[in-house]
């Protein structure tokens, strides 16, 4: 059964910092993996999606990695912003079409 | 940009009521899905539904849970029965395809007393 574990829980930094999410996830049979952000009590907004065949995918300060065979992936957030302070999600999608969500770390980027 | 709606934001009701949430999913798509996130908690897949038909349900969505695709637009997730832990916030998604980004509504809370 798949299983998608994200770390740290939470994360303070201050403004400017670049920083670095992680997700990891038991089963490497996946079809793709995609990055949320989800602010407090609102929807999930999808930030980036990587395929199983691809290494990385880069949104303005955004980058995503995904490493399949060790069943990890890392958010790179460049220059963090105070408007960046959410909860970041990442899932992965494996034969059937669900994705399979990781708990979530919490940003708080200080002014 | 084209986006999920959902209907409606909020809903509270009383537990061993039925109650029925809308999704209006980005128009040329062709997947859809529902998920909820208990507070605190992840989220969670509920169901995915292609071609007019269920194609994958979760533990979750026994038979108290429906769902239909009642027009060419809307996407309603049905509780017969509400019971207190079904209290969270519901979730509806679609794609164009099946391997594609999956894109979220903004959510219904449901709240059972």
């Known amino acids: 059964k798949q299983e998608v574990t994200q770390i740290p829980a939470a994360l303070s930094v201050p403004e400017g910092e670049n920083l670095v999410l992680n997700c990891s996830f038991t089963?490497?049979?996946?079809?793709?993996l995609q990055w949320f952000r989800q602010d407090p009590g609102k929807g999930l907004t999808s930030l980036l999606l990587?395929?199983?065949?691809?290494r990385e995918q880069t949104s303005g300060r955004l980058n995503a990695s995904l490493d399949k065979s060790s069943g990890r992936s890392t958010l790179y957030i460049a220059a963090s912003q105070p408007g960046d302070s959410a909860t970041y999600l990442c899932?992965?999608?494996?034969?059937?079409?669900?994705?399979?969500f990781g708990q979530g770390t919490t940003l708080q980027v200080k002014p | 940009e084209p986006e999920v709606t959902q209907t409606p934001s909020h809903q509270v009701t009383q537990m061993g009521q039925e109650v029925i949430l809308r999704c209006v999913p980005i128009?040329?798509?062709?997947?859809f899905y529902w998920y909820r996130q208990i507070l605190g908690q992840k989220v969670e897949f509920l169901v995915s539904?292609?071609?007019?038909?269920?194609?994958?349900k979760s533990e979750i969505f026994d038979d108290q849970f429906s769902v239909e695709r009642p027009d060419g637009s809307n996407f309603t997730l049905k509780i017969r029965s509400t019971k207190l832990e079904d209290s969270a916030m519901y979730f509806c998604?679609?794609?164009?395809?099946?391997?594609?980004?999956?894109?979220f509504g903004p959510g219904t809370r449901l709240t059972v007393l």
């Open positions: 899932a992965v999608k494996g034969n059937t079409g669900k994705l399979i």
């Open positions: 128009s040329n798509h062709l997947y």
């Open positions: 539904f292609y071609n007019n038909e269920i194609s994958e």
């Open positions: 089963d490497s049979a996946i079809y793709n």
């Open positions: 998604a679609s794609s164009e395809q099946s391997r594609d980004t999956q894109y």
């Open positions: 990587i395929q199983s065949s691809q």
